[in-house]
T-cell receptor, first 113, second 113 residues
Framework: KAGVTQTPRYLIKTRGQQVTLSCSPI?????VSWYQQTPGQGLQFLFE???????NKGNFPGRFSGRQFSNSRSEMNVSTLELGDSALYLC????????????FGQGTRLTVV | DQQVKQNSPSLSVQEGRISILNCDYT??????FLWYKKYPAEGPTFLIS?????DKNEDGRFTVFLNKSAKHLSLHIVPSQPGDSAVYFC????????????FGPGTRLSVLP
């Protein structure tokens, strides 16, 4: 069974640009969450999607947005990139919202220059 | 304001001995706690979890203890193996029907042969 797949693995963008990251959950998993990992702040929750609807949102500005498609694949978008957005972005999936354990992908390393 | 704290950034243990990783939390609404292990260049991997209705959960070499009154949990690894060397994250959730986890900053465990 394939794990959580995130693309691309690495990305370099310029300040002010926008970026879209993709996450394909484990087959059959319907819940997808996104986290930002930075050395200073650790792992911080961005948002959770289930059945194409955002169910939870962390404390991030509106420049961070996401969506989920009918096949459970999810994308997150960051607009007007800032240097501080440089981080590892991790996606996690689980079978349902009532399932506590989440399975993480390898992440997308975003560097903003 | 960190709601989940792991006050030891690093820990070194001899192979075969016990590793004890500690985690403190401030939010008494948290009712699910998890430990994740992360190797470099990989996403976090779920290790073990505990619900607030329990004070201990065991899975092979891994045992998690929860002290609700002290808002403290610990992960015991016995016996420690070199392959256990990784960063360990404690995570908490106050919504056991969702994936909105609050992560601690992590503790880097080194198991010395």
């Amino acid at each position: 069974k394939a794990g959580v797949t995130q693309t691309p693995r690495y990305l370099i963008k310029t300040r002010g640009q926008q970026v879209t990251l993709s996450c394909s959950p484990i087959s059959g998993h319907r819940s997808v969450s996104w986290y930002q990992q930075t050395p200073g702040q650790g792992l911080q929750f961005l948002f959770e999607y289930f059945s194409e609807t955002q169910r939870n949102k962390g404390n991030f500005p509106g420049r961070f947005s996401g969506r989920q498609f009918s096949n459970s694949r999810s994308e997150m978008n960051v607009s007007t990139l800032e240097l501080g957005d440089s981080a590892l972005y991790l996606c996690a999936s689980s079978p349902s919202r009532g399932f506590t354990e989440a399975f993480f992908g390898q992440g997308t390393r975003l560097t903003v220059v | 304001d960190q709601q989940v704290k792991q006050n030891s950034p690093s820990l070194s243990v001899q192979e075969g001995r016990i590793s004890i990783l500690n985690c403190d939390y401030t939010n008494s609404m948290f009712d699910y706690f998890l430990w994740y292990k992360k190797y470099p260049a990989e996403g976090p991997t779920f290790l073990i979890s505990i619900s607030s209705i329990k004070d201990k959960n065991e899975d092979g070499r891994f045992t998690v203890f929860l002290n609700k009154s002290a808002k403290h949990l610990s992960l015991h690894i016995v016996p420690s193996q070199p392959g256990d060397s990784a960063v360990y994250f404690c995570a908490a959730s106050r919504d056991n029907y969702g994936q909105n986890f609050v992560f601690g900053p992590g503790t880097r465990l080194s198991v010395l042969p």
